[in-house]
């Protein structure tokens, strides 16, 4: 599984999450801020409390500022210690990419913790508001949030009247991995009237073989884009694929696809103009 890293930020998306916490209450806003994951310093940042943040973690790289922050760790743990000597008012943690070992610690620790873990796009804007609340950005969190409620609720009204479409999403090459009906990749399949081929897999992310792709005879395939991933697989001998046959294979940023933060709009639309492509 080699350079299989490359795609957990998407499968963490659906690990089963921590049941943890309500939001905590403070007199006052949260002004240092210890944000351990990509997409929580993007909605952060969105609501114009990105200044905030004195430390967060590996692959957080949007928007350009965030390369200044200071980092404390990532898939494989979070260096605790280095939270105390922060001695942050609030930390936003992910319950299903970080792990639950350093959590606990966090808690145990007395630091206010929130839970920063979206699952459908509707849930992105919830936690914009309530991180918002938390920092004393609420009215710029209202906006941000009005803002992505219209865009999403106009591009689910204008795709619902499109034909359909065959859809193979290549999550990855090598293993050669696709998604299935509840990945988070689905809700932007489902916006677009896209028809996943893989959608009754067995698992959300499953393994697939060159042959499985031939039998579901897609008419689009979209990838994540990383090199290794478009790379990894040669599609060119199957034109009997529509998809193939027709030169409808698209790379599509991975960032604003696989993380739930309010640039995913931008990933609905990239998926959907795909589609549009192919009908």
């Not at 006052?28 to 990509?38: E, G, H, I, N, T």
């Not at 359909?164 to 009237?193: E, G, R, T």
């Not at 994540?224 to 529509?242: A, H, M, R, T």
């Not at 993380?259 to 795909?274: E, M, T």
Request: net charge negative; aromatic share 6%.
């Amino acid at each position: 599984m080699k350079n299989i890293r490359n795609c957990l930020p998407i499968l963490a998306i659906f690990l089963p999450a921590l049941s943890m916490m309500a939001i905590p209450v403070s007199a006052a806003p949260a002004k240092r801020v210890v944000a351990l994951s990509p997409h929580s310093v993007e909605m952060l940042y969105a609501i114009g409390a990105g200044e905030s943040i004195v430390a967060t973690t590996e692959h957080a790289d949007y928007p350009q500022q965030a390369l200044q922050i200071p980092r404390i760790g990532g898939y494989h743990g979070i260096q605790i210690e280095r939270v105390i000597e922060l001695d942050p008012d609030l930390v936003v943690v992910w319950g299903s990419g970080n792990k639950a070992e350093d959590i606990e610690k966090l808690n145990n620790l007395g630091f206010k913790v929130y839970n920063s873990d979206p699952k459908t796009l509707e849930a992105v804007a919830t936690e914009l508001e309530e991180l918002g609340e938390l920092t004393g950005h609420q009215e710029r969190a209202a906006m941000v949030v009005a803002d992505y409620q219209m865009q999403l609720k106009e591009l689910r009204a204008t795709n619902s009247v499109k034909p359909k479409v065959k859809v193979f999403y290549q999550l990855w090459s090598s293993p050669l991995m696709s998604v299935a009906k509840n990945s988070w990749i689905q809700q932007i399949i489902d916006v677009c009237h896209g028809e996943n081929v893989f959608y009754d897999a067995d698992s959300d992310y499953p393994q697939l073989s060159l042959e499985n792709v031939l039998l579901k005879m897609p008419e689009v395939i979209l990838q994540s884009q990383d090199k290794g991933n478009i790379l990894g697989v040669d599609w060119s001998p199957w034109q009997e694929i529509p998809a193939v046959k027709n030169n409808h294979i698209y790379p599509l940023n991975a960032d604003l696809l696989h993380r739930a933060a309010p640039r995913a709009i931008l990933g609905v639309k990239s998926l959907c103009d795909a589609l549009d492509k192919a009908r």
